[in-house]
């Protein structure tokens, strides 16, 4: 079965809501129903620009979907600063990030907390974008299929075969995130079909074949037509180069500037 790419845009901490709804409006310009055919597209801006972006694209019926970049593991109460699933899906979020390295690396997160929050996000129907991935040091000593591997069944634990169906698995390499330091395709493909397999292992080919896994770390229009070559690889998670609508645009076309 063909998995439809997906490219999702991390914003990080960047763009304000008026900077938010301008960089909306110039994506929805630019990108066409011919793209949307293609590919799903899809923005992860901060908190506080959800609401902006939710009223653009309900008022102008953009194809554009978002999601947010966090989420908590619980669903309400005493938990000063954080964000609920409710509250996410109500904004009309489709994902929401779980686990991307710099949660995990400046906030601890590990395995456990990916692992609740996930549930969370399909208590709330919400599709996570689980990331994964190794640090420099790991990819060196040669154990990054391993310690990508051990991420993944760590947040997978107790996710039902129908809610993995849906799931969008993120394999970033921390060493290639916002440095320009790309992995090369075979290296992404090596690490993306380990996924894929033990995904197979875990729920079965009929789940693993239609899970969508992207790719993220410094992913560009000028590198993104490779990295789409490989065939366990079905979209990207871009970072910097989604803060420009005309350089993701390109990206969403795999590096053409028509759609
Ligand atoms: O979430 C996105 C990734 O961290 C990749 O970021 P980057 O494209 O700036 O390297």
Redesign the pocket.
Known sequence: MARKPLFAG?W?MNLNHLEAINLVQKLAFTLTDRDYDKADVAVMPPFTDLRSVQTLVDADKLRITYGAQDLSAQDSGAYTGEICGSMLSKLGCTYVLVG???RREYHGEAEMLCNAKVKAAYRHSLTPIL?VGEGLPVRQEGRHVEHTLAQLDGALEGVTAEQVKSIVI?Y?PVW????GEVATPKDAQEVCGAIRTRLAELYGDDVASVVRILY????KSGNVAGIMAEADIDGA?????SLDAGEFAKICRLGETAG
């Open positions: 991390n990080k991307h390295s710099e990331c993120a970033e290639a995130i916002g440095t993220g770390g410094s992913v998670l871009v970072g910097g180069a």
